[in-house]
């Protein structure tokens, strides 16, 4: 079964990689969105899925490494993917900055906090004229590397589903949910719940950061407003509780089901697919908490390796 | 200085704690020597658990000092004092409900994941759990959890051991291998300080008992002693 299950990933992956030879560029596309989706739901999973802090404003990373990178390709004339890789450590900088006070918050008053900071950088950015191009958006030079975006943000998403396999299945990842579970306890056990609470905060910013700049690279325009949106941190929380919180093929799963369901519906119906997400949000909150793989997990005590 | 005239292994000396307007410990000082069982008894309210969260740290003792081996622990975070030494056990039960029972124990400890594994073996095998380690602890019965929760103090054979009621809803049989156990502890040269209501179980356990009354310390004593002062007996039935 493990073993064929393995196989399967092989060949998904080979099929992956070959698409953009077939595919069409709306195809290529879809699908280079769809892995920044999966990076972006992983990331959340890391911080909130295991400790149980919810992040309620986590497209600030995603925002940071943005203007990270954009900024260093339009001003210095970095390389795009040089810049991606910027943005990821822009946002590892501003998630300690945010980190070490946030942090020390419990419960709602985290899941507030963040969403004033996203607010706030948000102004920030529209500020900062000079430097950001303020409300009217930085424009980068134009580039068609849809291809290249494809391979990059592929490999994000994987890169961060194997991080969140390498921390669910360790020590660390079993320790960050002992603080989802009951902090206190894991105060008194010995684990020192702050410290562990920043390293995972720090994880679940990377991945944010370095697909911000790979989106800024594709849409070759940004502005405060497209990318520090709520929706899209709200989009990341609905995927992840609907495929399953916690564990590591939920964020992705989720990811998949909701990114494609939505593409099909919103080309048909503009404001429909919010809807659609709002009725999903209640659906799994009174029905299925723990999400599919959640349900699953707990209904046959399968490892944590799904 | 303890009676008997050992350095004492934690030395609370006039340690207070209020809330509010409310003092909820109020001046107690208690010296416990190395290799006793301890009880700590008093009516609801008498502020047993508020003294046992000040010297873990959980909360922070207003006035006071607290020494383990000597040295102040007053101050340190609660996972700082884990590693001075210092387990305890919660009146509710706090075990990880969605972590297994053996990742229960997993999670305690700094050794290298093979040692821990089977020390963590040992310790289910030793309250009979073994059967039953890769189940959610949040799926064991009201008395295998406490059980979980006993052992996973131990995963670091720490040398002071605080028990928050530990008899209350196991039952005999499950109770009878606490017991042994915190016996057991002792003979190993544990200290053991335990919060209980069942007086069985303290006058049969323990070797000194502290009486809380009102948050202050209203007697100190041999079981025996204890329960046929008039203070005490006065605490808990009223004039």
Known sequence: ?306 | MTPSGLRPILEVDRVMKRFGGVTAVDRVSLGLEPGRIYGLIGPNGSGKTTLFNCITGVEQRDEGEIRFKGRRIDGLKPHQIFHEGIGRTFQIIRVFPELTALENLLVVTTNDYAQARERAQELLRFVKLEGLAGEYAGNLSYGQQKLVEFIRVLMTDPELILLDEPAAGVNRTLLNDLLDAVRQLRDRGKTVLLVEHDMKVVMGLCETVFVLDHGEKLAEGPPGVIQTDERVIEAYFGR
């Not at chain 1, 400790?51 to 004339?77: D, E, N, P, R, W």
């Not at chain 1, 390498?166 to 902090?183: A, K, P, Q, W, Y």
């Not at chain 1, 929380?237 to 564990?247: P, S």
């Not at chain 1, 089901?257 to 909150?285: C, K, P």
């Open chain 1, 1 to 306: 079964m493990k073993r064929w299950l393995a196989s399967a990933f092989c060949v998904l992956l080979l099929g992956l990689a070959l698409y953009p030879m077939a595919g069409t560029g709306y195809g290529i596309r879809f699908m280079l969105q769809l892995f920044m989706w999966i990076a972006l739901a992983q990331s959340w999973n890391l911080i909130s899925g295991l400790t149980g802090y919810v992040s309620f404003g986590h497209i600030v990373f995603f925002g940071m490494g943005a203007y990270t990178a954009a900024i260093l390709i339009a001003k210095l004339g970095w390389p795009w993917l040089l810049a991606s890789l910027a943005g990821g450590v822009g946002a590892i900088v501003l998630a300690m900055v945010i980190g070490w006070p946030c942090l020390r918050l419990k419960g709602p008053y985290f899941a507030i906090s963040m969403l004033g900071l996203n607010e706030v950088l948000r102004v920030a950015v529209s500020y900062f004229e000079g430097l950001t191009g303020g409300g009217s958006g930085l424009s980068l030079p134009s580039l068609y590397a849809s291809v290249a975006i494809y391979y990059s943000m592929g490999i994000v998403a994987l890169a961060v589903t194997a991080l969140a396999y390498v921390v669910v299945t360790s020590r660390f990842g079993l320790r960050l949910m002992t603080i989802r579970e009951d902090e206190i306890a894991a105060e008194a056990m010995g684990i020192n719940t702050f410290r562990y609470k920043l390293y995972a905060f720090l994880l679940s910013a990377v991945g944010p950061g370095i697909v911000g700049g790979l989106a800024a690279r594709d849409q070759s325009y940004i502005e405060p407003v497209s990318v520090f949106p709520l929706i899209m941190t709200i989009t990341m929380i609905v995927m992840v509780l609907f495929g399953g919180k916690g564990t590591i093929w939920g964020p992705v799963l989720g990811a998949v089901l909701l990114f494609t369901l939505q593409e099909m519906i919103w080309s048909r119906f503009i404001y429909v697919h919010q809807l659609l997400f709002g009725a999903i949000i209640v659906i799994v909150v009174l029905f299925m908490p723990r999400g599919i793989l959640g349900v699953l997990q707990q209904k046959y005590n399968l490892p944590r390796i799904i």
